[in-house]
């Protein structure tokens, strides 16, 4: 069974870093595409950052692009993000996922094509 287990989150100001872990097991680790998703209250599921397990090949959502950085340890199947520069509009609760394929760049911006998911973990930016 596979798990995804998120850490690192919590309550920072504005400009402020976080770097949000997602520790993997269950399996075999490769063909995966992982992604970073996010939920804010009230509002729907969207994208955040995306990576190929085994090209390194990292996609990002506009919103984010220059200020969060995703990257994996293959040895540790382990995926980070680091956030910098973070805003109040970045308040969600933050979700890993997981795909065992290489997904199109096409399509990995849509959660419904990941079959595994962790349990969210909260990051607050306050103004």
């Known amino acids: 069974q596979v798990q995804l287990v998120e850490s690192g989150g919590g309550l920072v100001q504005t400009g402020g870093s976080l770097r949000l872990s997602c520790a993997a097991s269950?399996?075999?680790?490769?063909?995966?595409?992982m992604a970073w998703f996010r939920q804010a209250s009230g509002k729907e599921r969207e994208f955040v950052a995306a990576v190929s397990w085994n090209s390194g090949t990292t996609y990002y959502a506009d919103s984010v692009k220059g200020r969060f950085t995703i990257s994996r340890d293959n040895a540790k199947n382990t995926m980070y993000l680091q956030m910098n520069s973070l805003k109040p509009g970045d308040t969600a609760v933050y979700y890993c996922a997981a795909e065992f394929s290489t997904l199109t760049r096409l399509i990995l911006t849509r959660g419904r094509f990941y079959d595994y998911w962790g349990q969210g973990i909260q990051v607050a930016i306050s103004s």
């Open positions: 269950g399996r075999t680790f490769s063909s995966v595409t």
